[in-house]
């Protein structure tokens, strides 16, 4: 007996020293996968340190992945092997649904940030009427860039009807300067006025979305759809273009608009992180407005809404994880997330004010956000289909090779083998 004391007494001196030292390392440790662009691993490491620093007992491990489609596959299959980080930074919108988030992702309806996150973007993380991310970032919108200066000598104001955007046009061409540049060496950037007359669609034809997506509408058969091709050749016929449109590059239109060669550019805000870099000087001169629609009474936004963070159902930590990214999602985290990176629109948190000194750019773009039912997510973000030949289409539609009508044919086209390779039903 004797002997067993001595036994328990010398096993409870050793737990007793055990819990004195306390641990050796954090109690819990999440993982985060995330993409490896530089914005992104900033503002992660960033909300990393803080949470930590509120939360000494967890340690976050970063994991980074290529973007693009290789990023897209490495987060499907990890997904679909159980292999996912605690909680993973992906695209919000038709990406995200086609993760399947009911069957593979946490509800986060119930965290507390998710009150003063915006409906907008509550709506592009949304499935069965649970939400499965918060934001990563401010949003942004596609619309027109323009020259401030110029319009301040020409006494022009900022137009919302399509019609009173192009006699503004044509009051710069008679100045001598360059009315809309346009720049199709990066084809890319000759999309904006099919994608951002998004939202004057969706005014016109509230189900195109559902209804495009179920192989139920086309391009070519709805007239508010194929508009954003005529815009492309109403400013091509109309002379307004830089002579040199077919060579002149992305940095071409930002300098131009941003010293005053040009007055407009359209382009997606996300611009202001070049102008600010390249063009720092004339960073307050450059303006924006939302793509004008035939009505002032329904001219909108078409936004387009960050990434966010979303925890996998297999996590071994969703208790944990869910206060980590309820943290991200929180006023502080969207602060955080400001101080790092540039500012590319709105926030997108309530009570996450925007720094005093944001450019013009951001400024414009508040009044869309502060007016209930002015901004709507870009049709990608409400549909998984985009065509991959959209770029070549308006390029030859707004170098008058191609008409409009032809134009939204053989968009359709690509958007029905899109389509198929998705496997989505109906198609």
Known sequence: ???????????????????????????????????????????????????????????????????????????????????????????????????????????????????????????????????????????????????????????????????????????????????????????????????????????????FAADYTANKAKYAETPAAMKGFERLKDVHDAGLMNEDFGAASYDDGLRMVSTGEAAHYPMLTFAVGVLKQNYPENLSDVGFFAQPSDAAATNGLTVWMPPALYIPAASAHIEEAKKFVDFAGSVEGCKIMMEINTVQGPSLVEGCDLPADVPPVVKDMLPYFETKGMTTPALEFVSPIKGPSLEQITVEVGSGIRQPADAAKLYDDDVRKQAKQLGLPNW
């Open 1 to 207: 007996m004797t002997h067993r004391i001595k036994l328990v007494l010398a096993g409870a001196s050793a737990l007793l020293a055990l819990v004195a030292a306390g641990p050796s390392h954090a109690d819990t440790t999440l993982s985060l996968l995330i993409d490896n662009s530089p914005d992104t691993v900033a503002a992660a490491e960033a909300l990393v340190a803080a949470y930590q620093a509120k939360a000494p007992d967890v340690t976050i491990e970063i994991e980074q992945r290529p973007g693009g489609g290789e990023g897209d596959n490495i987060v499907k299959t990890r997904l679909a092997t159980g292999e996912m980080p605690d909680v993973f930074l992906y695209n919000s919108g038709s990406l995200l649904q086609a993760l399947k988030p009911t069957q593979t992702l946490v509800d986060l309806s119930g965290l507390s940030s998710q009150a003063k996150v915006d409906d907008g973007f509550k709506s592009v993380v949304r499935a069965d009427d649970k939400l499965y991310g918060v934001p990563f970032g401010t949003a942004m919108a596609g619309g027109i860039l323009y020259n401030r200066k110029i319009y301040q000598d020409l006494g022009l104001t900022v137009p919302k009807t399509w019609a009173d955007f192009m006699a503004n046009n044509e009051k710069v061409k008679a100045s001598g300067k360059v009315a809309v540049v346009q720049t199709y060496r990066d084809t890319w950037t000759s999309q904006l006025f099919v994608l951002a007359d998004y939202y004057n669609l969706h005014a016109a034809v509230p189900n």
